[in-house]
């Protein structure tokens, strides 16, 4: 197995590990709802799933028809 030849300082190994930083979520604005939600996903407002603008389930109706 391979061993280090010398012990590598806190310092130099702290150095190394900097660039690893958490970012925040990119946010976006439906363009038909104006609600905030995160790139790429659906999102609920009002009883319809949303997706890029577009309704995809919509719970209104079955709570009304029930």
């Known amino acids: 197995m391979a061993h280090p ?3 590598i300082s806190k310092t130099r190994r702290d ?3 900097t660039h690893y930083k958490a970012t925040m979520p ?13 790139y ?12 890029r603008g577009q ?3 919509d ?4 709570e009304a028809e029930a």
Do not use: F, M, P, Q
Not at 26 to 36: C, P, V
């Open 5 to 7: 030849k010398r012990k």
């Open 15 to 17: 150095k190394r590990r």
């Open 26 to 38: 990119t946010i976006a604005k439906d363009s038909s709802t104006g609600e905030l939600h995160l």
């Open 40 to 51: 790429h996903r659906a999102h609920w407002h009002e009883g319809k799933l949303y997706y």
């Open 55 to 57: 309704v995809l389930i």
């Open 59 to 62: 719970k209104t109706v079955e």
